[in-house]
């Protein structure tokens, strides 16, 4: 499993590629927050998630951004799911049934 502070890297890594004005007059820590902080419109955050899904061999929904508030947040989320790139596990229940009991 990648450390904490790999896994931010490798955040970061794809925010400068998906974004590449979302860093702009900031230096990013795991207090950023994904909405305020960055300049990045709603385009620019469906395009880093997939940037993320690619990078971590995640599935994320949509939904599933809005409740990660800042740059650690996402961290946890993803050091708690994500081995190594291409490594496809989800971050979110696939299937109804295991989504809603």
Same mark, same amino acid.
């Given at each position: 499993?990648?450390?904490?502070?790999?896994?931010? /890297?490798? !955040?970061?890594?794809? %925010?400068?590629?998906?974004?590449?004005? #979302?860093?702009?007059? !900031? *230096?990013?820590?795991?207090?950023? #927050?994904? $909405?305020?902080?960055? /300049?990045?419109?709603?385009?620019?955050? !469906? #395009?880093?998630? #997939?940037? %993320?899904?690619?990078?971590?061999?995640?599935?994320? *929904?949509? /939904?599933?951004?809005?409740?990660?508030?800042?740059?650690?947040?996402?961290?946890?989320?993803?050091?708690?799911?994500?081995?190594?790139? $291409?490594?496809?596990?989800?971050?979110?229940? *696939?299937?109804?049934?295991? $989504?809603?009991?």
């Amino acid at each position: 499993m990648a450390s904490s502070s790999e896994v931010f /890297q490798r !955040i970061v890594k794809v %925010l400068n590629a998906e974004c590449p004005t #979302a860093l702009m007059g !900031i *230096e990013p820590d795991r207090e950023t #927050a994904l $909405q305020g902080d960055l /300049q990045v419109d709603s385009a620019d955050l !469906i #395009a880093f998630m #997939a940037g %993320l899904e690619d990078e971590f061999g995640v599935r994320l *929904e949509h /939904q599933d951004l809005g409740r990660l508030e800042t740059l650690g947040d996402l961290v946890d989320r993803l050091s708690a799911t994500a081995d190594t790139p $291409q490594t496809h596990r989800p971050v979110v229940p *696939e299937t109804a049934s295991e $989504q809603y009991g």
